[in-house]
């Protein structure tokens, strides 16, 4: 059943807005509505004469300003400076300390409030650490424990020693043993949340190493042939022109031959940071195969990307691309191609390679274009227009 429409925006008002500040809360008028049973019973316990009037009334302005003051902290978003976002050990203290002067006025029915005091440490089992969790359970027993004796030495007469010894007795084997068990719900839970956090890092890992290329860290051949088809499908939706580049360093073997494998990675890492270096943020590097780069420039012409890939070129021939032999340098040459609308990004590759493989046979260290296939090309303002 859907919640009314008018509802949404009251929530909206009351919990906030963002997921995380909504549970805390929700939480905290879940709390709320605790004390304001407590209200009610203090207000009754008076009327019959069970406690003093001014001490109830005093009480329940103390819970009054207290949830009044957690809300405003919490909904304001001032909690979210702390470590503690939902401020649960302040609010735990908070109603341990309400509990236990409660304790002190009710006279008779003392032994009911004592149950409230497992209703806390449960509050807190799912958000403090085992460590919060048993200091608070401490605190609880400390308090009860002056409270009772200050009493019982007081008002003889209506605290008498030996039945506040027997609350306590019954206090002290039920509050330890609940701080016990929330301190395992708490470990419990960082366990799962740990786990929860190395599942998400390992998925990342997998993730990369599905993604990127394990010597370059750049993208790999997979990955940037899903971002061929999604800049494909962009150009089919809006018209935006995108041109590919295979890139090939030149005598690569030789490298590899002479200085061996170790340099031959080096150039590899030292060509991939000095090219990123020059393209665009936009540009797309992908490492294809061996000394083979892919370079995906989205939205872009022919022209520019030409003049990009001969800035590249200009570049990576003065800079030092191995650590192992600082003088080495290298050259690269380059297909580039155009996609024209109607083909398909294999197709556009393919002219790309035959343009690369000219590239090499004209005499390597240089990039040319290929040519548009046979057939005149569609403006692409033209199919934007259409």
Sequence with gaps: MSCPLWLKPVGDLVLGTERHQRLRVARTLMAAYVYLICMFILLRGAFLGMCKEEHAYALIAYMSVGVTIFYLLLRSGWSCRRKDKGLVIEQSLFAITAIVVAYGIVGQARGAVLLLLALVLSFGMFTLTPRQTLAIGG?????????????????????????????????????????????????????????RRELHEALARVQELATRDSLTNLINRRHMQELLDQELKREERSGSLFCVAIVDLDHFKRINDTYGHQVGDEVLCGFVREALVVLRNADVMARWGGEEFLILFPETRAEQALAGLERLRDHVVTQSVSESVPELRVTFSAGLAEHVHGQSVRQSLERADHALYDAKACGRNRVIQAPAPAGKRPDPSERGAA
Aim: charged letters at 15%.
């Design 139 to 195: 605190f609880a027993v400390v308090m009860l424990a002056v409270v009772m004796a200050v009493l019982a030495q007081m008002e003889p007469n209506r605290f008498p020693p030996q039945l506040e010894v027997i609350q306590f007795g019954l206090a002290v084997s039920v509050l330890p043993t609940m701080s016990l068990v929330a301190k395992q719900v708490s470990e419990l839970r960082e366990r799962l949340l740990k786990q």
